[in-house]
């Protein structure tokens, strides 16, 4: 039973930081692409960024380039997304996802192509 759950979310100035985790469970991801997502109040799902099964390539979307870092640790079963100067409109709730095809070298940014989400965390950033 493969299952991911977000946590770290929650209420933070401009300019703050957060980390959010992800923690799986059933099996291992060691293998799996691994992506966050994030979705404000009416609009369409965002591709935040995403890492590879090696940890060897990244992505992220132009406009937190430089302020997130996605991260994993595979020996815990974690995920993670370091986001530092943070703007209000970083503002949505965040998820993130697992392609459990395995060894994939290219990260992708389709929300379609990830077979498995977590249920999301709230991340507000305002003063």
């Known amino acids: 039973q493969v299952q991911l759950i977000e946590y770290g979310g929650g209420l933070v100035q401009p300019g703050g930081s957060l980390r959010l985790s992800c923690a799986a469970s059933?099996?291992?991801?060691?293998?799996?692409?691994i992506g966050w997502f994030r979705q404000a109040p009416g609009k369409e799902r965002e591709f935040v960024a995403a890492i590879n099964w090696s940890g060897g390539s990244t992505s992220y979307v132009d406009s937190v380039e430089g302020r997130f870092t996605i991260a994993r640790d595979n020996a815990k079963n974690t995920f993670y997304l370091q986001m530092n100067s943070l703007k209000p409109e970083d503002t949505a709730v965040y998820y993130c996802?697992?392609?459990?095809?395995?060894?994939?070298?290219?990260?992708?940014?389709?929300?379609?192509?990830?077979?498995?989400w977590g249920q999301g965390t709230q991340v507000t950033v305002s003063s």
């Open positions: 059933g099996r291992t991801f060691s293998s799996a692409g």
């Open positions: 996802a697992a392609d459990l095809r395995p060894f994939r070298g290219m990260v992708v940014t389709i929300p379609r192509e990830y077979g498995y």
